[in-house]
């Protein structure tokens, strides 16, 4: 569980900052404007470059319909000792809330009417349970990750939820799962230790920390599953993997650090070019901690499977709390900083599908990148 301090109160314009151990150009980022919440946000979903929705403590959640130029911020009815760590949204009208947290704090939510009446579809009965992120295949297909909790025997399994008609969850068998590491689970930090793919793509993958830094690969929907080891910093409750993401079936990055050591240089930075079998660890140096990472959607070179990872047109965003890395492989990233006394900092991003991305952190902090 990840927990950061900040004292911003309002959304601000980013100021790029250049850093001469990171980055040749430094980049401007678009002016934001007043979320009108002070909660700690660290759920985003970018539906278009108009519509997004945001969520975070206390049971709030966030709509933009105007390109962030006006932020609604409301509560969901009951909520407000829930923690609202993943949000995914269709449009303006539609989305998907999950809450983190032990117990029955972890459930699922939906609206089809803007928020003004919330269907909660799922409350955990188990108390053991947490869950770490949710995703979407479409409205109607879409899966839950939560951490281990023991099955029948005893073992650990992490809990898998899935939906097929975007109403009722239904969990993975246990026995289809592979057993979990005793101190292994995953990050609730940014909804994004979960990935999957567009257009109904079979795959899932999801990432873990604490005395393990593995990723989890199922090719076909969660009926069987492959475990890989990553050279990603772990061993302490607060390191490990804290966000996975996939821009074709088999090239991919993670990131990560431990959360309490936000400055310490690590191995915290990795791809892969097998769908998560080997991993090569970033020549970013120095690294440090990183909450959230994911691939610009516009930036899709059809010849990135054959070119390899250097050559492809790839554009990345990596979200750390106190900057953000606009990366283009093979080049150095561009590092974006708020101002120091500005007291922004970022949980989590999510892509806009025409390219850029959306960002929130601690105190509604809002921020984007065209």
């Known amino acids: ?127 053991k349970a947490f869950f770490d992120a949710i995703a979407f295949w479409d409205p109607t297909h879409g899966i839950v990750l939560g951490d281990p909790i023991p099955d029948n025997s005893g073992q650990l399994k992490f809990q898998l939820l899935l939906t097929t008609d975007g109403q009722s969850w239904t969990p993975v068998p246990p026995s289809q799962l592979p057993p979990a590491l005793v101190g292994e689970g995953a990050f609730a930090a940014s909804n994004t230790c979960l990935a999957i793919l567009p257009n109904n793509d079979p795959n899932i993958w999801f990432a873990t920390g604490g005395k393990a830094a593995r990723v989890f690969h199922s090719p076909d929907r969660g009926r069987t599953w492959q475990v890989f080891n990553t050279p990603i910093t772990h061993g302490p409750d607060s390191a490990g993997i804290f966000s996975i993401a996939f821009r074709d079936g088999n090239h991919g990055v993670i990131a990560g650090g431990d959360y309490k050591h936000p400055d310490q240089d690590g191995l915290n930075l990795a791809f892969t070019s097998d769908a998560g079998k080997t991993w090569i660890v970033s020549r970013i140096f120095p690294q440090s901690y990183y909450s959230a990472v994911a691939y610009d959607r516009k930036h899709r070179d059809p010849r990135a499977n054959t070119l390899g990872e250097d050559q492809a047109r790839i554009r990345l965003f990596i979200a750390a709390p106190k900057f953000i890395y606009d990366f283009r492989p093979p080049k150095d990233p561009t590092r974006i900083s708020p101002p120091k006394k500005s007291g922004i900092q970022f949980n989590a991003l999510s892509p806009y599908p025409t390219g850029g991305a959306l960002f929130v952190g601690p105190k509604g902090s809002v921020a984007t990148i065209p």
């Open 1 to 127: 569980m990840l927990a950061v301090v900040c004292d911003n109160r309002l959304a601000y314009s980013l100021i790029a900052l250049f850093l001469a151990t990171t980055t040749a150009f430094a980049q401007p980022a678009r002016q934001t404007h007043p979320s009108n919440t002070t909660e700690n946000l660290r759920g985003v979903s970018a539906v278009s470059q108009q519509i997004a929705w945001a969520s975070g403590t206390h049971g709030i959640y966030l709509r933009t319909t105007d390109a962030g130029r006006t932020w609604i911020p409301a509560q969901v009815s009951d909520a407000t000792a829930l923690d609202f760590r993943g949000v995914v949204a269709f449009s303006a009208d539609e989305a998907f809330l999950m809450s983190a947290g032990p117990g029955d704090q972890s459930r699922i939510y939906h609206t089809t009417d803007a928020g003004q009446h919330w269907q909660l579809q799922f409350t955990n009965s188990n108390p």
